[in-house]
């Protein structure tokens, strides 16, 4: 999940009492909202962009140029507009920077009033963008709801894992990546409908909609509590200690509330959880929190996410078409998301990782030859077969469902799984970071990349793909059911890493030895 489920864990192995109730039931509900909402925003704008009554409005130069386009121009510059992509990657830019503010907002004001400021400021951009008149109004929109996004980010997905039962943190987790790609696929439905809209405003319609997720937002953040550790970490025990009883249906809850405080005192006790980061026995952490966000971007999903109706427009398909393919990756890219949620906890995390990317690998590469076979370099297809709809819609499905079963969920799982109590939220934000900086870029320069490296875009990810399934082979432990308090002892076990991370009894002898 954007965020991932970062609480505070037991670290004990213990079962606490209590049952799955209503607030806890609603409190999904509402980060059920939050994850719908970012991926509505991740799937609406490559719709938006193909809309031709919205580029005549707001980015007339690029539709002029599509207008006089002849066949012998080359078709991969089609849309190559840098303030076109603008307005779809600056929604994560303002993310990043939110992401990385809101860690100390949700700490000082509360996740709740996080959450709220985030509902308000993801209101307030959808409105800006469904009554858009001037290019800025567009961007400021998309800004707004990148706040909102960096702020929901942070603030719901902590607060669902402070309140869950935590044997269900590790399937909530996931939920929070299937509500994106839902979120996805409704915005890809959306925009099919709303582009037929005989009066060409259906852009709007398609933007304002992401107006009902915020308000169910701010509704729920109107009316939940505060999570225990929240109003422990502010100084209010009792309080805490009487929500926690209300969330978990039970008085016997003496223990779980011992362990928050003593979970949210160790916590604090790290002054420093960025230079503790930087020790070297964290190095797996570390170079993890890095490279999983960084690979799960060079995919190159979010090209297909995010432009998948301007790619099947560049490569000849009609606007009704593209938008129609583009539903049908989405809807496969949801399905697939069970496939994770239901084999993760069997057959491990390195065995999706590894089969998604040999899938990955395969189909970049048919789509690469079956592009460069018909479009060659100056992009001039000429007439396009049926079948050859067929094949490449089909491959880019296929390719679709393996990230949406490896890389995709595991992309958020296994970084809220390996980092400890003490560098977690330090580890997190980098991980959200990493992700949030990739994600801009690829929005920010796809077209353009199109333009310049034509067909051989796909090779481009499709060598990233090779590197980062080698990385997880080389690097990456397998996680499955181990748990969270033992796993420093998969990081000790592995061939590379052990040089980095030292048992706790090597610790103490090195302790002993340099006090003699
Ligand atoms: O489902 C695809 C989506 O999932 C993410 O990787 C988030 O986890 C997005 O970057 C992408 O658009």
Redesign the pocket.
């Known amino acids: 999940?954007?965020g991932g489920l970062i609480g505070k864990e037991s670290g004990n192995g213990k079962q606490y009492p209590g049952k799955l109730t209503l607030r806890v039931f609603v409190t999904c509900m509402v980060a059920a909202f939050g994850g719908l909402i970012f991926?509505y925003d991740?799937g609406i704008s490559g719709g938006v962009t193909s809309m031709d009554p919205f580029l005549k409005k707001f980015f007339p130069d690029v539709y002029a140029k599509e207008m006089n386009m002849k066949p012998s121009d080359n078709q991969y510059c089609r849309f190559d507009s840098q303030v076109l992509t603008l307005f779809t990657s600056s929604l994560y830019l303002a993310a990043l920077v939110a992401s990385l503010c809101a860690s100390s907002i949700t700490r000082i004001f509360g996740r709740r009033l996080t959450m709220l400021s985030g509902g308000i400021l993801f209101l307030v951009g959808a409105g800006f963008n469904a009554f858009a008149e001037k290019v800025w109004m567009l961007i400021v929109g998309r800004m707004l709801l990148g706040f909102g996004i960096g702020c929901a980010n942070q603030s719901v997905p902590i607060y669902v894992s402070e309140v869950a039962p935590y044997k269900y943190r590790g399937a909530l987790n996931m939920m929070f990546?299937l509500a994106?790609?839902i979120g996805?696929f409704v915005a890809n439905v959306l925009n099919y409908f709303f582009a037929k809209m005989k009066n060409g405003e259906g852009w709007r319609y398609s933007l304002g909609f992401a107006a009902v997720p915020a308000v169910m937002i701010v509704i729920g953040a109107i009316f939940l509590p505060d999570s225990p550790s929240s109003l422990i970490e502010r100084g209010k025990d009792e309080k805490a200690k009487q929500e926690l009883i209300k969330i978990r249906g039970t008085s016997d809850v003496e223990e779980e509330f011992k362990d928050l405080v003593e979970a949210s005192e160790s916590s604090m006790a790290v002054k420093h959880p960025w230079a503790t980061l930087l020790k070297r026995h964290y190095r797996p952490q570390l170079v993890m929190a890095i490279a999983i966000p960084f690979f799960?971007?060079l995919t190159g999903?979010?090209v297909i996410?995010f432009y998948a109706p301007v790619l099947f427009r560049t490569i000849g398909f009609g606007s009704n078409a593209s938008l129609m393919s583009s539903m049908i990756t989405g809807g496969f890219?949801a399905l697939a998301t069970f496939v994770s949620i239901f084999t993760v906890d069997k057959v491990g995390r390195r065995k999706l990782f590894l089969e998604g990317g040999a899938q990955m690998f395969i189909c970049q590469i048919v789509i690469t030859a079956a592009i460069a076979s018909k479009f060659g370099v100056d992009g001039n297809p000429g007439i396009l077969p049926k079948w050859y709809a067929f094949l490449v819609v089909g491959f880019i499905c296929i390719y679709v469902m393996g990230?949406?079963w490896s890389?995709?969920p595991l992309?958020?799982l296994v970084p809220s799984e390996i980092f400890p109590l003490e560098v977690r939220s330090a580890a997190q934000s980098i991980n959200v970071s990493v992700?949030m900086i990739f994600?801009f870029a690829i929005a920010q320069v796809f077209t353009s990349m199109l333009c310049h490296m034509k067909f051989g875009l796909f090779i481009f990810f499709a060598f990233f793909v090779l590197v980062m399934s080698g990385f997880i082979h080389k690097f990456l432990p397998e996680t499955k059911g181990v748990p969270i308090e033992e796993m420093s002892v998969v990081w000790q076990n592995h061939s590379f890493w052990k040089k980095f991370v030292k048992s706790a009894s090597e610790e103490a002898n090195a302790k002993v030895d340099n006090s003699c």
């Open positions: 999940m954007a991926g991740l990546q994106i790609t996805i799960q971007q999903m979010n996410t890219n990230f949406a890389w995709g992309g958020w992700n994600t």
